[in-house]
């Protein structure tokens, strides 16, 4: 029984480059949210997605950081023209569909981008 | 900004003792809190979540308290044992979306 899946693990990119994170989430899971966070830090929520559509995008930047769930394949964080200020572990969480008030969210072991 | 903390960044602690880990949160419109286990390199871990209705849940080895008068949560671990030691997170979620965290308790247990 797979736990959510991130790829790469580590990710290395030069300022200027784009960087693309994938998550699978867990088997029967539906909603996927992808959070940020800072070494020595709590993770920062940037997006909610489910299936081909955004629910909540508050936490995300305005510029340079896109999201998507396809129908089919995994979601993918895409961040554009990285900056040295986007190195960060970024990770994913997943849910089943909302049927109680609130579903427990699991999360992925994450990508660790480093921008040179 | 964050409505959830934690009180202290760091506990250490001696194997077999009780480890009490405590958390204020600031929006009294929280109805679910949950703990979880960050360990150096990995993702964060399910422990144990708890919703408004109730004031406290037990789990293997851990028990969350929450007291909703003064907006206060704690994580309790028994016999605490050097596996145990990670960055200990709450967090509350708001409207069934997003996650709000704290910063976080390091947690070390000498043997």
């Known amino acids: 029984n797979a736990g959510v899946m991130q790829n790469p693990r580590h990710l290395v990119r030069r300022r200027g480059q784009e960087a693309r994170l994938r998550c699978s989430p867990m088997k029967g899971h539906s909603h996927v949210y992808w959070y940020r966070q800072l070494p020595e830090e709590g993770l920062k929520f940037m997006v909610y997605l489910q299936k081909e559509n955004i629910i909540d995008e508050s936490g995300m930047p305005k510029e340079r950081f896109s999201a998507e769930f396809p129908k089919e394949g995994p979601s993918i964080l895409r961040i554009q023209q990285v900056v040295r200020g986007d190195s960060a572990a970024y990770f994913c969480?997943?849910?089943?569909?909302?049927?109680?008030?609130?579903?427990?969210?699991?999360f992925g072991p994450g990508t660790r981008l480093l921008v040179l | 900004g964050e409505s959830v903390g934690l009180h202290l960044p760091t506990l250490s602690v001696q194997e077999g003792d009780n480890s009490i880990i405590n958390c204020a949160y600031s929006n009294s419109a929280s109805d679910y809190f949950i703990w979880y286990k960050q360990e150096s390199g990995k993702g964060p871990q399910f422990i144990i979540d708890i919703r408004s209705n109730m004031d406290k849940r037990q789990g293997q080895r851990v028990t969350v308290l929450l007291n909703k008068t003064v907006k206060h949560l704690s994580l309790q671990i028994a016999a605490t044992q050097p596996g145990d030691s990670a960055v200990y997170f709450c967090a509350e979620n708001q409207a069934g979306t997003a996650l709000i965290f704290g910063k976080g308790t390091t947690l070390s247990v000498s043997s």
């Open positions: 969480a997943s849910s089943p569909p909302h049927g109680a008030p609130q579903e427990t969210q699991y």
